[in-house]
């Protein structure tokens, strides 16, 4: 029988994306990290809520990604905590996610970062177009109203 397989855990989130952004689609994209970087992200330590993608000489990367210094390697070892990072896509994708940040009003945000079973980290990128204020709080009062109504369905079942 073959196994299902397992959604990976996610090393660091952007919870606030969705929120924020209508997110149009999502790309994985590998990312290319030095030494103390791989072993900083794997104990969750870190951030990329205020972080983007976007093009720099013809090439994608994650920018203002914080990966904080890993404490047990030497000074001489350490990488920038905020260094712009490549990310990896096939040329036909780098060439489509680039012409629809040229649009007016997208972005590409990272929603998340992870390790794949084989190791290797990734980046889940949304092409994103950003949310007005009355938009944010059209999703603040559905998300209220299906709490309200779970809330209700719990209270009829336990009565």
Not at 40 to 63: M, Q, V
Not at 105 to 111: A, Q, W
């Amino acid at each position: 029988m073959a196994q299902a397989a397992e959604e990976p855990k996610p090393v660091a989130q952007n919870r606030r994306a969705r929120f924020d952004y209508f997110i149009e689609e999502t790309v994985e994209a590998g990312i290319v990290l030095h030494g103390t970087e791989v072993k900083s992200l794997r104990t969750g330590k870190a951030s990329i809520n205020e972080s983007y993608a976007g093009e720099i000489a013809g090439e994608l990367f994650l920018i203002n990604a914080n990966i904080p210094e890993y404490e047990q390697a030497s000074k001489r070892l350490q990488h920038e905590i905020k260094r712009p990072r490549k990310l990896l896509v096939k040329r036909r994708e780098l060439a489509r996610l680039v012409a629809s940040i040229k649009r007016e009003g997208v972005t590409l945000v990272p929603m998340s970062v992870y390790f794949t079973e084989r190791g290797k980290a990734k980046v889940l990128i949304g092409v994103a177009k950003g949310k007005k204020q009355h938009d944010k709080r059209a999703t603040i009062k559905d998300r209220d109203w299906k709490r309200e109504q779970s809330r209700t369905l719990r209270s009829n079942n336990k009565g």
